[in-house]
């Protein structure tokens, strides 16, 4: 490991300016005690007074390549030397070997690309796009879901994120997941997808314009659908005109051990979602890509959008450098290899501690669901909510140095898909202790 870089201020500092001048997002700000962060390579991150961290979320599941890689920092400079911006009215080469690039590595004939600032803004022009295209209004999206803080993508977030954004733009129907719960469990995917298609007879095929949706739902549990689902969701579509639209802002880039997550059941979406791994958030970055007769329909017809960071050239840079990455060390092989420890490790600690109810993963995908007991299945705290239990398992974890996402119930297991065998087994022995620890009380 490297020396250490340390900051001007301290981390009680950096923590005490932060809270006074600037916002956290979903908090009640008295409630917030954030981790001050002074620097960070590979899986690991570190304060100003040296504590290291082990990154088991990739930040926000979104740090693919790991933190510091000096490829990717590179290519920023270099292009900041280069052409820091110019307007999206503008052509760049950052921007025409970006849009190449993602063509080769997209599913099916998906090979047009409107870039965004970041995966919220992806959502939100995929529903203009849809509606454009179809001349419907209504979009389809699930309860379990997140698709991002912005106004749209607010509301087609089906968990109680979207609560407080109500009443918002209009059109939007949410159906349920194959996923009910961990007392309930799963449909089969013939069931869910009946219920989809009951849903869609309901509310009128010709007035819908989408049905948006991950492919393996990110922070509402990880959840990888029954085989059969997605294919069926394909064909529903099709059937009916209704676009497909794949949120594969946290699921692509390798985090299920594919290029993207709909390659797993070898779908093509009609229009499709990224941006984190995009880049691995070294700049922020967002696409929309879509099926080449999507864009065809705005050759001769207004395609009413913009932004004023539209293909910025430092971001179309970082994800170019970011893409070589991921090709150059054989990441996404490495997320499938290390996603196959990751499975072993979680069964372990089903097999090992009652109050383990469920794990799930797919690649380096993974999470865990804490129960009170294998009885009656009750979580470890309540929907939209926390409980002691889960404070303590939070706590320890921060205490051992394991940074990872702590929602309601659940916990995540999403390291950067260059970690070891080593650090994965290192993260595991602290989520073991942990557990044991939270069962004594």
Not at 83 to 109: H, S
Not at 274 to 301: E, N, Q, W
Not at 373 to 402: C, I, Q, V, Y
């Amino acid at each position: 490991m490297a020396t250490l870089q340390t900051s001007a201020l301290t981390g009680e500092q950096i923590v005490d300016l932060t809270k006074t001048h600037t916002l956290f997002e979903w908090s009640a700000q008295s409630a917030v005690d954030p981790i001050p962060v002074a620097g960070a390579k590979g899986c690991w991150f570190w304060t100003p007074e040296g504590k290291r961290f082990l990154d088991f979320n990739s930040q926000l599941m979104c740090v693919n390549v790991g933190h510091g890689d000096a490829r990717v920092v590179r290519a920023i400079q270099q292009q900041a030397a280069t052409l820091a911006y110019a307007n999206p009215f503008m052509a760049t080469e950052p921007r025409a070997r970006l849009g190449k690039r993602l063509a080769g590595i997209a599913p099916g004939d998906i090979d047009v690309f409107f870039f965004t600032n970041g995966g919220a803004e992806a959502n939100e022009n995929a529903i203009k796009i849809a509606r454009l295209v179809t001349g419907r209004h209504k979009v389809l999206s699930f309860y379990r879901s997140y698709h991002g803080g912005t106004a749209g993508s607010m509301m087609l977030t089906g968990d109680p994120r979207r609560w407080a954004a109500e009443p918002g733009m209009p059109g939007v129907v949410h159906v349920l997941n194959p996923y009910h719960g961990i007392q309930r469990g799963w449909d089969t995917a013939e069931k869910a997808l009946a219920y989809l298609d009951e849903t869609i007879q309901l509310e009128g095929p010709q007035t819908i314009a989408a049905f948006v949706l991950e492919p393996v739902v990110g922070t509402n549990g990880v959840l990888i659908p029954p085989d059969g689902f997605l294919q069926g969701v394909r064909e529903l579509c099709t059937k009916h005109g209704i676009l497909m639209v794949c949120d594969e802002v946290m699921s692509g880039f390798g985090r299920t051990g594919e290029w993207f997550a709909v390659n797993h059941w070898k779908v093509v979406p009609d229009l499709m979602c990224m941006a984190k791994g995009l880049t691995s958030a070294y700049v922020p970055l967002g696409a929309v890509g879509m099926r080449r007769h999507i864009a065809d329909h705005f050759k001769d017809k207004v395609f009413y959008g913009g932004l004023t960071y539209n293909s910025h050239p430092l971001a179309c840079a970082a994800a170019l450098a970011t893409l070589d990455v991921y090709e150059e060390d054989r990441l996404i092989d490495n997320a499938r290899r290390m996603g196959a420890v990751m499975k072993e490790l979680l069964t372990q600690l089903e097999a090992k501690h009652e109050i383990v109810g469920a794990t799930r993963s797919i690649g380096l995908f993974g999470l865990v669901e804490l129960v009170k007991d294998r009885t009656s299945m009750e979580p470890l705290a309540p929907f939209n909510g926390t409980s002691d239990a889960m404070k303590r398992l939070s706590k320890f974890f921060r205490d051992e140095g394991l940074y990872t996402f702590v929602r309601w119930h659940t916990f995540f297991t999403n390291p950067p898909l260059c970690v070891t065998e080593e650090e994965m087994r290192k993260g595991f022995d602290i989520i073991d202790r942990a557990l044991t620890a939270n069962a004594r009380g």
